[in-house]
């Protein structure tokens, strides 16, 4: 059987380039996965980037080279064994090498050259069986991934990018070099394991089981195994079994020789009466483990396993409808031939400094993303090719996945060796994750067919290659021989069926579509104007919470609730403008404030109101979208998740901490939506049915006054179909208020409330004291019931104000007067008087 073990203890030394003299030529431990930046950290020699200006008193690091390098002590190999060094990742230009005949001294007496790599989203291999037997240096040395594309740009030529260093010019994480929410930290290391494996004969080089269901509810297991023959000895044939599910058979056998070659086995099973695997919120994930053995011999000659490898399967059928119809071109995943809406956000690397990255943090952020009634998170094509951790818990938990392949935002050469390292990347990454279930379309690029159409690209390319043949000919052929069970999109956004020139990309009647005129140029009831068959991308910013804001941004005395300790001007301060990437994003911050809530000059006050806004502006596009389903068949907001503290799009901050525009999405994406929305020339309510029931009950509307004076009611019996929206018109004098500035519109059906008032909060008169409030102690923490007096509108309990490890379980409520909402806050030992006040107990009410 195979053998494997991890190389973990290594050294670093910084071998060149401006660094610091106290760090130049100093070896220090490092631990593999790692990276310069977390090597450095762990000893003490950085400070932490992610806190105050430090990103930039670490800019060095980008144009350093550096070297790994630990002692390579592994017996001789025997007569018919290899000995493999394999590097999962290194990111990312390297020269790999072994020292040997390495004395007790250390000192090297010669040196054998490995290999280079490029590339930091594929793995490397290397034969070292004739190197091992005594103790030698392996050694990694890095250059930097910056200067190499900067080399590269003069070599083929500039191509068009969104950020001012050529990303697009090295397959490193494009924003390592930094993004409009990340820093720029351009990480070099290795940042996932590094492993000497020894096998004799033969091993399994690439499983890869397409897994689709017949019409009969049969599962078919398509397996295909790419064996690796040692070319040391083949004393009698290969076989490799297969078993799902406790079914097996044996796929194949190959008599072989004694070359060294990779060798092609495949076979189906079947397994009948296969229990489906449903997204969340439409059935089970039911997993069924799959085992794949090689042998050598047949029968009772069949030697021991020479290498087996297990993993997950399920079974379930995805489709991406893309047919024409009245309103253009849909685009909606069927899964198990039913249409789904897809409830997602976009996902980028959880953490900047990828290798503290655990599947502990991955599964509490795939949770908080169920949480708010996702059910698809979009992986992002400027980031990484997700871990299998990462799927294995989508997997489990219901989540599809949209998997970018890695462009984005620029055009990318298509030269050799840039052409090579595509595929080759694609093709391993296609393999290894073509087990996982949750996984459910590939895409070309993120916004670089737009790019190409709208970004004036075209004439400073000229006649230079930018991508096109990625999108249209490379990666949906390697797709097709890979794994042809899943969709391909050639971008996003992108008009299907048609070609740039027939149809804009970016059209919202036609496939994908990006909303990004709401954030850069216009207000976010602009997204009414358009109904997208699909919106892959949208997004408002707003600031981290705050406790993330004042551990990582705020100065040391200015963590304390009291604007006060907050300096005058803060929020155009270079630290603050350090976490806030986006061009002119304060600015647009303002703009987007100031027709809604009006912009406060208090930080704190400024603090509160953009993070209010973002989740307005999101909820407002989302009740809008899901209005209009089935035309519109799904959403994903931008973005999920942060990678470190930053004022950015995310609903989730750096730290970990729920904004309030995550409970917003939680609303708008709930199973039942009440939402009212203008149709025609008056208003409706969209009754939003997202279950496998029908929604029945009595559909009651009343326009008040704000102190809660029923002026106008109606009410009517309604049965909502499975999975559907119904319309409910409202009558005249429901549509129209006596006084905008004074009255509500309140829709309720069940216990699902919607509210609809005829002017921005900041126009209306309203109560800014508009609650009374019961605090009682419950298990862990206070149960705080909160009755509106009159409208009430965003209630939230920004409980980390007060304990940074505080837990609220909602925010952003809308209360008509009379009516109460219950917040359950988890913290220890506070004072229960502050859950009421300022600043912690907030509405959009004190701001106006």
């Not at 020894?198 to 019409?215: E, G, H, M």
């Not at 044996?250 to 004694?258: A, F």
């Not at 952020?365 to 992986?379: C, E, H, P, S, W």
């Not at 909060?761 to 009755?787: C, N, W």
Request: negative net charge; proline residues 7%.
């Amino acid at each position: 059987m195979k053998i494997s073990r991890d190389l973990t203890d290594w050294t670093l030394t910084a071998t060149g380039g401006p660094v610091p003299a106290d760090l130049a030529g100093v070896p220090v431990p490092a631990t593999v996965p790692g990276t310069s930046h977390t090597a450095l950290l762990e000893q003490g020699l950085i400070p932490d980037p992610y806190l105050g200006t430090n990103e930039t008193s670490l800019a060095w690091m980008k144009r350093a080279t550096w070297r790994y390098a630990t002692v390579l002590d592994e017996p001789a190999a025997a007569p018919d064994e290899r000995v493999d060094l394999l590097f999962e990742g290194i990111d990312t230009v390297a020269a790999v090498a072994v020292d040997t005949d390495v004395e007790r001294t250390g000192v090297s007496q010669g040196r054998t050259h490995l290999g280079r790599t490029a590339n930091m989203h594929r793995s490397y291999r290397y034969d070292v069986r004739e190197l091992v037997g005594t103790p030698a240096n392996l050694v990694v040395d890095l250059d930097s991934a910056l200067e190499t594309a900067e080399a590269e740009e003069q070599r083929l030529g500039t191509r068009p990018m969104a950020y001012g260093q050529p990303f697009n010019m090295v397959r490193k994480m494009a924003c390592s070099f930094g993004w409009d929410w990340g820093p720029d930290l351009q990480t070099a290391g290795l940042w996932k394991p590094v492993r000497v494996q020894r096998w004799r004969v033969a091993r399994l080089a690439r499983v890869t089981p397409l897994v689709t269901v017949a019409d009969d509810g049969t599962g078919l297991v398509d397996v295909r195994v790419e064996v690796e023959t040692s070319g040391l000895s083949v004393s009698g044939p290969l076989i490799v079994d297969v078993t799902v599910g406790g079914r097996g058979q044996t796929i194949g056998s190959y008599g072989g020789d004694d070359s060294a070659h990779i060798k092609d086995f495949t076979g189906q099973l079947e397994v009948p009466d296969v229990d489906l695997w449903w997204p969340a919120g439409h059935g089970e994930q039911p997993l069924y483990p799959i085992e794949v053995t090689l042998y050598e011999g047949n029968g009772e000659d069949r030697s021991e396993p020479l290498d087996a490898w297990s993993g997950r399967v399920a079974f379930r059928t995805v489709e991406v409808d893309r047919s024409r119809d009245e309103h253009g071109t849909s685009f909606t995943f069927l899964i198990n031939g039913k249409p789904i809406f897809a409830r997602g956000a976009n996902w980028i690397p959880d953490d900047h400094l990828l290798t503290r990255i655990t599947r502990e943090r991955l599964e509490q952020r795939v949770d908080q993303a169920l949480g708010a009634n996702l059910n698809m998170l979009r992986v992002w094509g400027g980031g990484i090719y997700e871990s299998d951790d990462f799927y294995d818990v989508c997997d489990e938990k219901g989540v599809l996945v949209w998997q970018d392949i890695l462009l984005a935002c620029a055009a990318y050469p298509e030269e050799d060796p840039h052409w090579a390292e595509f595929e080759a990347e694609l093709r391993e990454n296609a393999a290894r994750l073509a087990p996982h279930p949750s996984l459910v379309l590939w895409n070309g690029n993120n916004e670089n067919i737009w790019g190409h159409e709208d970004w004036d690209w075209k004439e400073p390319l000229g006649d230079l290659t930018w991508g096109a043949g990625y999108y249209y000919e490379l990666f949906p052929r390697v797709l097709a021989e890979v794994d042809p069970t899943r969709p391909y999109s050639n971008g996003s956004p992108y008009s299907p069926g048609f070609t740039p020139e027939e149809m804009h990309p970016n059209d919202p009647n036609h496939g994908t579509h990006h909303q990004w005129d709401v954030w850069n140029k216009v207000d976010y009831t602009h997204y009414r104007d358009d109904v997208p068959r699909f919106a892959s991308e949208f997004g408002f910013q707003g600031p981290a919470t705050w406790a993330t804001t004042a551990r990582a941004i705020l100065p040391d005395n200015a963590g304390a609730p009291d604007s006060a300790d907050v300096p005058e001007g803060f929020k155009d301060s270079e630290v603050f403008l350090l976490h806030q990437k986006a061009g002119g994003g304060n600015e647009k911050l303002d703009h987007g404030l100031a027709p809604h809530l009006g912009i406060p000059d208090d930080f704190v006050d400024w603090h509160w109101a953009t993070q209010l806004n973002q989740a307005r502006a999101i909820q407002y596009a989302l009740e809008h979208y899901r209005s209009w389903w089935p035309r519109t068949a799904g959403a994903i907001v931008w973005q999920l998740n942060d990678c470190w503290p930053v004022t950015s799009w995310a609903a989730i901050d750096g730290d970990g901490r729920r904004k309030p525009l995550w409970y917003a999405m939680r609303h708008a994406f709930a199973d039942r939506v009440v939402t009212v929305q203008p149709r025609g020339d008056g208003l409706v309510a969209a009754l939003v049915n997202d279950t496998d029931a029908p929604w029945t009950g009595q559909v009651d509307a009343a326009r008040t006054t704000l102190s809660g004076e029923v002026l106008a009611a109606s009410g009517s019996e309604v049965s909502v179909p499975p999975r559907s929206v119904t319309l409910v018109p409202l009558a005249d004098d429901l549509n129209t208020a006596a006084d905008v500035t004074n009255e509500v519109l309140v829709v309720t059906l069940g216990d699902v409330r919607g509210i609809h008032t005829w002017v921005e909060s900041k126009d209306l008169t309203l109560d800014p004291a508009p609650v009374r409030t019961t605090v009682t102690a419950e298990d862990g923490g206070y149960r705080v019931e909160v009755t509106a007096t009159s409208l009430a509108l965003g209630v939230s309990l920004l409980v980390d104000r007060l304990d940074p490890d505080a837990q609220v379980d909602e925010q952003v409520i809308d209360l008509p007067a009379g009516t109460t909402t219950v917040f359950h806050v988890t913290t220890a030992g506070r004072d229960p008087a502050a859950l009421t006040s300022r600043p912690v107990l907030r509405t959009e009410n004190d701001l106006s």
